[in-house]
T-cell receptor
Framework: GNSVTQMEGPVTLSEEAFLTINCTYT??????LFWYVQYPGEGLQLLLK?????DKGSNKGFEATYRKETTSFHLEKGSVQVSDSAVYFC???????????FGTGTSLTVIP | DADVTQTPRNRITKTGKRIMLECSQT?????MYWYRQDPGLGLQLIYY???????NKGEISDGYSVSRQAQAKFSLSLESAIPNQTALYFC????????????FGPGTRLTVL
């Protein structure tokens, strides 16, 4: 079946540290891959996406590369800020009904 | 104004009560979705609708029902609420021409006592 496994949290980093949140997936066919971010008290917002192998999605300093050979889509940022504190969800879609499959979320706290 | 709105934002109810959660959108999207979010489980799809006359069950539809009253409105009902339906509920929308992105409402926090 289709599923997403992402790194468990919570993750706590100091400001300007390097961030990696791991995400691997299982899917039939060729899904699109996403990272969504959820700030406290809000709904999920699309952070970035990649629709085919070797594509790199990027936004607000975050990047993730669609790696078909390792079935991964790891999220990275070179220098995190306090304002990046949120829960990050990896997801895939591309199937009947445009169903999305979400990972369990990784909570990130950035301390000054 | 927010493109996807949900009412109420918070609700506390008792076991056995009927509850309706409402979702409205001004994005003009034809597809709408209901998810629930539980700690450590991510988001799970309850129901989705491609248009007013097309409603489909998701992964965890038991104990829930939906109504698509108009293209812009999609309601989720719990016919007889039970405590394990305590969760955060999200509505989402997508456009048929850009089905690769979903847009989420702010969520409804439901507590069933």
């Amino acid at each position: 079946g289709n599923s997403v496994t992402q790194m468990e949290g919570p993750v706590t980093l100091s400001e300007e540290a390097f961030l990696t949140i791991n995400c691997t997936y299982t899917a039939t066919g060729y899904p699109s891959l996403f990272w969504y971010v959820q700030y406290p008290g809000e709904g999920l917002q699309l952070l970035l996406k990649a629709t085919k192998a070797d594509d790199k999605g990027s936004n607000k300093g975050f990047e993730a590369t669609y790696r078909k050979e390792t079935t991964s889509f790891h999220l990275e940022k070179g220098s995190v800020q306090v304002s990046d504190s949120a829960v990050y969800f990896c997801a895939l879609s591309g199937f009947s009904g445009n169903q999305f499959y979400f990972g369990t979320g990784t909570s990130l706290t950035v301390i000054p | 104004d927010a493109d996807v709105t949900q009412t109420p934002r918070n609700r506390i109810t008792k076991t056995g009560k009927r509850i309706m959660l409402e979702c409205s959108q001004t994005k003009g999207h034809d597809r709408m979705y209901w998810y629930r979010q539980d700690p450590g489980l991510g988001l799970q799809l309850i129901y989705y609708s491609f248009d007013v006359k097309d409603i489909n069950k998701g992964e965890i539809s038991d104990g829930y029902s939906v109504s698509r009253q108009a293209q812009a409105k999609f309601s989720l009902s719990l016919e007889s609420a039970i405590p394990n339906q305590t969760a955060l509920y999200f509505c989402a929308t997508s456009d048929r021409s850009r089905t690769d992105t979903q847009y989420f409402g702010p969520g409804t926090r439901l507590t069933v006592l």
